[in-house]
């Protein structure tokens, strides 16, 4: 383990949880707990430190650590339960450790022997993986400039500036997208404090305002061999890489729409005047306010049904992994991702005409639901995910992997 010896541990200590049942035991009572000030932490722009460290000591961000490795190795449809719990409790730090997972999914996949050791052992202690993938300037989103290349010493240096860097300011490792020497897709994973790395937190979206998704600089940063993952080799075979990725990100838009129902709800129990032209005596009986409430709960809990149906979907498909069983969980998920980015901007926005005027007041900071449900849902085109559905059906054309490589690739 000669180069494996040059990483060493910046993970705190963790409670280790054992079973599907206490993450999402765990992951209940923290989402209670984050609620408590979801809104303020929107309101201020909070770099949430002090939350992240509550998941990281409770065990979350180690449940997907497989079994033969002192971990719970949770089924896809609790991890994706867990997401929905944590995101209804504040979604901005539900969408935090979506990244962590997938990257910790990497490891697994391709990691060799001693990189799975020792990264399964920091994840396990709390430690959090970031993000730093996307890029601007280029001809596609996919496009990567940050290069991995030997220095004239002989030692290995990472070069390059991504954006949107989720979790990256609050890590303890970031996970770079990269290319070798061989043009190769690689992942560098990169201690948060590491001479040459600079993560700003410079994100100033209108929602989702606390994953600080800024900027990272990497300006010939010292890299061992060890640190690299070979990532390019996951696209040699059938993998649930990317479904696993969205359907995370499906199950965030799912707890950002229970959490605007549920907030609405409870302020019109709490209102008694009807609104005008209801010819009843109260709130509670307006005919068109409970209509409305009846199709937005139906479109909640149907959200929630696709999401659970897309994550069995990956259960079944990672028990008997092939071609065809990987496209019908890509498909299952895109059908998920799709209608939860409809139903969590319907029911954050429709919320506000069933309460009122009332609903305006920044002091309730309402509109939160909707600002994270619209920053949350333009990372690509929706559209899109019915298109897969549609050609998977017609013709039988299973959803393409989006690899990131150089210019023009």
């Known amino acids: 383990m000669t180069q494996e010896t040059a990483l060493r541990s910046i993970a705190p200590a963790a409670h280790v949880i054992a079973s599907d049942a206490e993450a999402i035991a765990i992951a209940e009572r923290l989402s209670r707990r984050l609620a408590e000030g979801a809104a303020e932490r929107d309101r201020t722009r909070a770099i949430p430190q002090e939350p992240l460290d509550w998941l990281s000591d409770a065990g979350l961000f180690g449940i997907t650590v497989p079994r033969e490795y002192g971990g719970a190795d949770v089924s896809f449809e609790t991890l994706t339960r867990v997401f929905q719990i944590l995101s209804a409790g504040d979604a901005a730090i539900g969408q935090l450790p979506q990244n962590h997972f997938v990257f910790v999914d990497a490891i697994r996949q391709d990691g060799t022997e001693a990189q799975k050791a020792f990264f399964f052992a920091e994840v396990l202690a709390g430690a959090r993986f970031g993000n730093a993938q996307a890029e601007r300037g280029g001809s596609s989103a996919l496009n990567l400039a940050t290069r991995l290349s030997r220095a004239a010493d002989g030692r290995l240096r990472l070069n390059g500036r991504k954006y949107y860097c989720t979790g990256a300011l609050t890590a303890h490792w970031i996970p ?234």
């Open 176 to 409: 770079v997208a990269a290319l070798d020497e061989a043009e190769r897709l690689v992942l560098v994973y990169v201690r948060r404090d590491a001479p040459g790395l600079t993560v700003d937190a410079d994100w100033n979206a209108m929602g989702q305002r606390t994953t600080y998704s800024g900027t990272t600089m990497l300006e010939e940063v010292a890299i061992e061999p060890s640190q690299v993952v070979e990532h390019w080799r996951l696209f040699e075979r059938p993998s649930l890489f990317h479904s696993l990725g969205s359907l995370l990100h499906a199950a965030i838009d799912v707890g950002i729409a229970q959490d605007a129902l549920a907030e609405g709800v409870a302020l019109i129990r709490a209102r008694q005047r009807p609104r005008l032209g209801a010819a009843v005596a109260s709130a509670h009986e307006d005919p068109l306010l409970l209509h409305r409430l009846g199709q937005l709960s139906t479109r909640f809990q149907a959200s929630e049904a696709l999401l659970e149906r897309a994550a069995r979907a990956l259960d079944a498909a990672n028990a008997a992994l092939d071609p065809q069983s990987a496209a019908n969980a890509a498909i299952a998920v895109a059908q998920a991702k799709a209608f939860a980015e409809e139903a969590s901007l319907e029911i954050s926005s429709d919320i506000f005409a069933l309460i009122g005027s009332a609903a305006a007041d920044e002091a309730l900071n309402l509109n939160r639901h909707w600002r994270n449900a619209r920053t949350h849902t333009i990372h690509d085109a929706n559209q899109w995910r019915y298109h897969a559905a549609g050609n998977w059906l017609l013709n039988a054309t299973p959803p393409a992997k989006p690899r990131r490589g150089p210019a023009g690739e």
